[in-house]
């Protein structure tokens, strides 16, 4: 199977098992390296059933794709995903949360109603 196809299939997985996740993907010709951006940046650092998933993961790509590399990012890395051929988001993603400084700030919708 090519190794692009392969990212793709785990991904669609992936994102069905943590629906809150959004996930963008891309594969640099060059460089041989496939590079998946993981939001929100909680899942990517402190949910332990997806660490186990990533390196689950890891460990079978390098293992069937051994010429190539992959690497896992959240936003603001360096490098980051700016040309994706792949995105999904989970049906519980959140998009309304601002990122600052690894933290993450929920925006909140307010609605007044005037009184007659």
């Given at each position: 199977?090519?190794?692009?196809l392969?990212v ?11 629906p809150e ?10 460089a ?23 390196n689950?993961?890891f460990?079978?790509f ?10 896992f990012?959240?936003?603001?890395a ?6 994706p051929i ?8 959140k998009?309304?949360?601002?990122p ?8 909140v ?8």
């Open positions: 199977m090519d190794s692009k392969f793709i299939k785990e991904l669609e997985m992936m994102v069905s098992h943590f996740t959004k996930v963008s993907y891309e594969f640099d010709e060059k041989l390296v496939h590079v998946v951006e993981i939001l929100p940046q909680e899942v990517y650092y402190q949910d332990g059933s997806y660490l186990i998933w990533e689950d993961f460990e079978r390098i293992a069937s794709y051994p010429s190539e590399n992959i690497c990012v959240t936003e603001n360096i490098p980051g995903v700016d040309d792949y995105e999904k988001e989970g049906v519980a993603y998009k309304d949360y601002i600052i400084d690894g933290m993450e700030i929920h925006s919708a307010t609605s007044l109603s005037a009184s007659t």
